[in-house]
């Protein structure tokens, strides 16, 4: 097969494995057509000599993105949020995000880790790239690529509700924080008022930033109706919200294409939503209490 039908056939592959680790549809595209360009300005000779052609697409194309994921580090720039990308890229994003059906919370845990954690988890735990070969992109050993795959595994756990140690189990026959939660959640998503009131304290409080606000939208709303009756009103950014632990309790995070824009916190008591809390997304807040501050980071 000619380099170029090869490329063609493996391009969707590659594109959504960049998307995995820089996490942007864009900047993946970008990264496969700049492994392509280095294909093409190699010697013909060389690649036929390379055995799986794939294989190396595959490995430079991980390293571009690598490079990439430092370069935003250098620079000291947090995730990109809805804001500082126009919309037509956020929309191209969550597009490409709902066709290949990507986990929205997947994609904002694995902006936590390092370039290195992230490079190693998504290469072989979700494409099944042998660790020599992920040892080879990442310019380290093969052990070590193993343990930041393992740090990477640990951290994504730590931070989905539900996980052993995370979240509040609740008291003996009461609903626990994270069920509570989640149905609420789903009850959002479906419009189901009656639902959403019924799993609100009667005292219930709502309070948000302004600046994630439509203009002329109180910054707080009291009562299980009124803020149930609100939730019509927010449907979009409800679709985009996916479960995470947010300082180590059950939480949300507003995501549109897969970028972090606003964390939801929650207070439950007595079986009941009783606060919500809605703030700016802050890097490094999603996980567990334990993990978001203790949980080693590889280089």
């Known amino acids: 097969m000619e380099s170029v039908e090869l490329f063609e056939a493996a391009r969707p592959r590659l594109v959504s494995l960049a998307h995995r680790i820089v996490g942007s549809r864009h900047d993946a595209e970008d990264a496969v057509q700049t492994a392509w360009l280095r294909l093409s300005a190699a010697d013909p000779a060389e690649t036929a000599e390379v055995a799986n052609l794939e294989g190396w697409l595959t490995t430079v194309t991980a390293r571009v993105c690598l490079d990439l994921l430092r370069t935003r580090r250098r620079r000291g720039e947090l995730p990109l949020l809805p804001d500082d990308l126009p919309a037509h890229r956020i929309g191209a994003d969550e597009a490409f995000l709902r066709r290949e059906d990507v986990s929205r919370a997947l994609l904002v845990l ?37 343990k930041l795959a393992s740090r990477a595994r640990i951290r994504l756990r730590d931070a989905r509700p539900g996980h052993q140690g995370g979240g509040d189990a609740g008291h003996p026959g009461q609903p626990g924080h994270a069920e509570v939660v989640e149905a609420f959640l789903a009850a959002a998503r479906g419009g189901d008022i009656a639902r959403l009131t019924a799993l609100l304290a009667p005292g219930a ?95």
Do not use: C, M, N, W
């Not at 370039?115 to 310019?139: I, K, T």
């Not at 948000?208 to 979009?236: Q, S, Y």
């Open 205 to 299: 409080v709502r309070r948000a930033d302004p600046r994630l606000l439509p203009a002329g939208a109180p910054a707080e709303v009291r009562g299980a109706a009124a803020i149930a009756e609100e939730t019509a009103t927010f449907l979009d950014r409800i679709a985009v919200a996916a479960s995470v632990l947010v300082g180590g309790r059950p939480g949300a995070v507003i995501a549109p294409g897969g970028h972090p824009y606003a964390l939801v916190r929650f207070r439950v008591a007595a079986g009941r939503v009783a606060e919500i809390d809605i703030a700016p997304y802050t890097a490094g807040v999603v996980g567990s209490a334990l993990a978001a501050g203790a949980a080693p980071r590889g280089r």
């Open 110 to 146: 694995l902006g936590e880790l390092s370039p290195r954690q992230r490079v190693a988890y998504v290469l072989h735990d979700l494409f099944a790239v042998p660790f020599e070969d992920v040892a080879a992109v990442l310019g380290t050993s093969t052990d070590a690529a193993k």
